[in-house]
């Protein structure tokens, strides 16, 4: 508004000069004063309104002007009966989706099957090549086979040799190694086979004469194992050795062997009534101790079974 009020008074101030002045001059101030007036409304009106930012999404345009009043709009054209077009779809990518759009995905009934690749020469021939190859190793593990038998630690060591000649089949040392383990162990058949293979390996190695008297210790409880009723005193023997060393899994493995064998055997009943009481498991040691008494009422062993059971009662209660 004061800009207005200004533009008139200033409108006044020309008319009082067009009388003093000439006309030509009062034309060109009269522009003057309009151009001015016309600028400062401009300006003004641009700050009263509010500032109004465009959407991101849409592309910003220009204000909207008024069209001169001399110009009339152009008619807009009229809604034509046409038809919505579809969207198009996406053409999927295939290598979005795992399937190939060319000739391969199609099944062709018309091909004929594929050759067979030719299998390598002596494949299948020779199996032991897919077996690892470490001699490195397996000279480490005989080293700490060797001192797992010294310390009499023969589960472990059997561990170690077994692996040793898997890295490197018919080792003489590995074998003979094993073939030791195996005899401590009272594997007396797989000891017998590689006390042999290892005179195969070397017949003249420095453990030959070793392996020979093996072969000829281990023979007649080879023979053993073919008669039921040795078999049961060997087991029995077997097992009272480790009871007599503490050794009392060992020793109960031995005597249920002896007791499946020969169920009615008061000896084995017995010393597998010790071997359990030894590893804590007294209700079953109770039960093969009343079986002895059972078999044998006065036999060499009575007097000891029935102080066990007394024991065995006693801690029951």
């Known amino acids: 508004m004061f800009c207005r009020h200004s533009a008139l008074a200033l409108a006044g101030l020309i008319a009082n000069c067009y009388l003093q002045i000439r006309r030509p001059l009062f034309f060109v101030l009269l522009l003057l004063c309009l151009n001015q007036s016309r600028f400062t409304y401009s300006q003004d009106t641009q700050d009263n309104q509010p500032q109004i930012q465009p959407r991101r999404d849409a592309p910003s345009s220009p204000p909207h002007r008024q069209p001169p009043k001399s110009q009339t709009p152009a008619p807009e054209p009229a809604p034509t009966s046409q038809p919505v077009e579809r969207p198009v779809q996406p053409e999927i990518?295939?290598?979005?989706?795992?399937?190939?759009?060319?000739?391969?995905?199609?099944?062709?009934?018309?091909?004929?099957?594929?050759?067979?690749?030719?299998?390598?020469?002596?494949?299948?021939?020779?199996?032991?090549?897919?077996?690892?190859?470490?001699?490195?190793?397996?000279?480490?593990?005989?080293?700490?086979?060797?001192?797992?038998?010294?310390?009499?630690?023969?589960?472990?060591?059997?561990?170690?040799?077994?692996?040793?000649?898997?890295?490197?089949?018919?080792?003489?040392?590995?074998?003979?190694?094993?073939?030791?383990?195996?005899?401590?162990?009272?594997?007396?058949?797989?000891?017998?086979?590689?006390?042999?293979?290892?005179?195969?390996?070397?017949?003249?190695?420095?453990?030959?004469?070793?392996?020979?008297?093996?072969?000829k210790r281990i023979g007649p409880h080879l023979d053993v194992r073919n008669d039921p009723g040795r078999q049961v005193e060997h087991d029995i023997e077997v097992g009272e050795t480790y009871l007599s060393m503490n050794s009392f899994d060992a020793a109960r493995e031995r005597f249920e062997e002896a007791v499946r064998l020969e169920p009615d055997n008061a000896r084995a009943s017995f010393r597998l009534a010790q071997s359990l009481q030894g590893l804590r498991r007294i209700e079953p040691a109770k039960l093969y101790y009343q079986k002895y008494l059972a078999l044998e009422p006065t036999g060499p062993f009575a007097a000891d079974a029935k102080k066990a059971i007394a024991a065995i009662d006693a801690f029951l209660k």
């Open 93 to 215: 990518d295939s290598d979005e989706t795992g399937e190939s759009s060319s000739s391969d995905s199609q099944i062709n009934l018309d091909a004929h099957p594929p050759t067979p690749e030719p299998a390598l020469p002596g494949a299948d021939a020779d199996d032991k090549a897919l077996q690892p190859w470490d001699p490195h190793r397996a000279d480490k593990d005989i080293e700490v086979g060797n001192y797992y038998l010294r310390l009499k630690n023969y589960r472990a060591a059997l561990d170690r040799f077994n692996d040793a000649l898997l890295y490197k089949p018919r080792d003489a040392e590995a074998t003979y190694g094993l073939a030791v383990t195996e005899e401590k162990l009272d594997l007396v058949s797989q000891a017998y086979k590689n006390y042999q293979e290892y005179l195969k390996i070397l017949p003249s190695g420095p453990h030959a004469k070793e392996s020979q008297d093996a072969i």
